[in-house]
C-alpha cells in the first residue's frame, strides 16, 4: 500500500469547495425560514363562508340561489335610480404666447338722419305797422325844410312754400302816409305852400325764409320787390307877397287863388326787406313781430297762418 502525499496547502487554510458549499448550505437554510417569519408577522385570516348552491331546473327556467325567497310571480323589478352625472370640467385652455393681438376694429358710426319738417301747403300773412320819415333823413340829401313823413300800412301776403324753410309768392298792401301841408322850396328862390293827399297800392313779389330757433320761437325774414302805386291829390298853393326872409316857413298862402294840381307818376318802385321772431300759437297760427323797410322804413306786427 502506497503512502498518501503530503498537503502542499498551508495549515489552517479551508478548501475552496468546502468553504462555497458552507455558503450555499446557509442560504438554503435563511429562504427556508423567511415564509416561516412572514406568516408569523401577518394578521390571521377571516375564513369565508361557504359557497351557495345554485340550482337550474333540468326543464328549463330561471336559477335559483337555494335558501333565497323565491320572487313573486309578476312581479316587476324595482327601476335603477339613475346617477348624477359628475360636471366634466373643460379642458384647461391653452394660452398661446404671442404678439399682442390688434384690437378689433370699431364698426363706423351710423349716420342719423337728419330731421323731417312738415312742409306747409300755403302761408298766408297779415300785416298791420306804420311807416314813417323823419325831416333830418332828407335834410342830409340838400332837401332843406323837408317835413316829417308818417303813416299806416296794411298788406296781405299768399306764400306757396318749396321746402319748410323757403317760400314764394306774392303781396298786395296799402300805404297811406300822412305829410303835413307846409311851405316849399320851389324852383329857384320861390316858396309854396303844398298839400298832398295821397294813398299808395303797393304790389309786389315776395320772399319768406322760416327758421325755427327754440321751442315755439321761429326766425322770419323776407325780402320783395313790387310796385307802389299812388292814388290821389298833390296841390301847391302860391303864398303871399311879401314873405321876409327868414319867414318863408311861416309865410301866409293864398286859400284858393293860385292853387294848382300836380301830376302823379304811374308807378313806383317799392321794396320790401324785413326780419323778426315768429311764436307759435298752434294750429298753424303765429304771431309776428318785424322791422324793415317797405317804400319807407317800416316797423309793425302781423298775423299768421302756415297750413
Known amino acids: 500500500m502506497a503512502a498518501p502525499e503530503p498537503s502542499t496547502r498551508p495549515p489552517n487554510v479551508r478548501s475552496p469547495a468546502k468553504g462555497r458549499g458552507a455558503g450555499l448550505a446557509w442560504a438554503a437554510i435563511a429562504m427556508a425560514l423567511l415564509p416561516?417569519?412572514?406568516l408569523a408577522q401577518a394578521p390571521?385570516?377571516?375564513?369565508l363562508p361557504p359557497p351557495a348552491p345554485l340550482y337550474v331546473p333540468d326543464q328549463g327556467g330561471r336559477a335559483e340561489l337555494k335558501g333565497e325567497p323565491a320572487p313573486v310571480p309578476g312581479a316587476r323589478l324595482a327601476p335603477l335610480t339613475p346617477q348624477a352625472k359628475r360636471p366634466v370640467?373643460?379642458?384647461a385652455r391653452k394660452e398661446r404666447v404671442g404678439p399682442a393681438a390688434a384690437p378689433p376694429a370699431l364698426a363706423a358710426p351710423r349716420p342719423v338722419p337728419p330731421r323731417i319738417e312738415a312742409l306747409p301747403a300755403l302761408m298766408v300773412l297779415l300785416d298791420v305797422g306804420g311807416i314813417g320819415l323823419p325831416g333830418s333823413a332828407m335834410t342830409a340829401f340838400g332837401y332843406d325844410g323837408f317835413a316829417s313823413v308818417r303813416g299806416a300800412a296794411v298788406d296781405v301776403s299768399v306764400l306757396w312754400p318749396t321746402s319748410p324753410r323757403h317760400a314764394f309768392g306774392a303781396r298786395v298792401g296799402v300805404g297811406v302816409p300822412v305829410m303835413p301841408a307846409r311851405n316849399w322850396w320851389g324852383e329857384g328862390s320861390t316858396v309854396?305852400?303844398?298839400?298832398?293827399?295821397?294813398?299808395?297800392?303797393?304790389?309786389?313779389?315776395?320772399?319768406?325764409?322760416?327758421?325755427p330757433l327754440i321751442g315755439r320761437l321761429s326766425l322770419i325774414g323776407r325780402a320783395g320787390l313790387g310796385l307802389a302805386i299812388p292814388v290821389g291829390d298833390v296841390s301847391r298853393i302860391e303864398v303871399l307877397p311879401g314873405c321876409k326872409a327868414g319867414q318863408e316857413a311861416r309865410c301866409p298862402h293864398w286859400r284858393q287863388a293860385g292853387r294848382l294840381s300836380d301830376p302823379l307818376p304811374a308807378a313806383l318802385p317799392s321794396?320790401?326787406?324785413?326780419?323778426?321772431?315768429?311764436?307759435?300759437?298752434?294750429?298753424?297760427?303765429?304771431?309776428r313781430a318785424e322791422a324793415g323797410v317797405r317804400g319807407l322804413p317800416w316797423v309793425g306786427v302781423g298775423l299768421g297762418l302756415r297750413r
Open 44 to 47: 390571521a385570516a377571516t375564513e
Open 192 to 211: 309854396t305852400y303844398i298839400d298832398i293827399d295821397v294813398v299808395a297800392l303797393d304790389l309786389a313779389f315776395t320772399y319768406a325764409y322760416w327758421r
Open 271 to 287: 321794396v320790401q326787406l324785413s326780419g323778426g321772431l315768429a311764436f307759435e300759437l298752434g294750429g298753424g297760427l303765429h304771431l
Open 89 to 91: 370640467a373643460p379642458p
Open 36 to 38: 416561516a417569519t412572514a
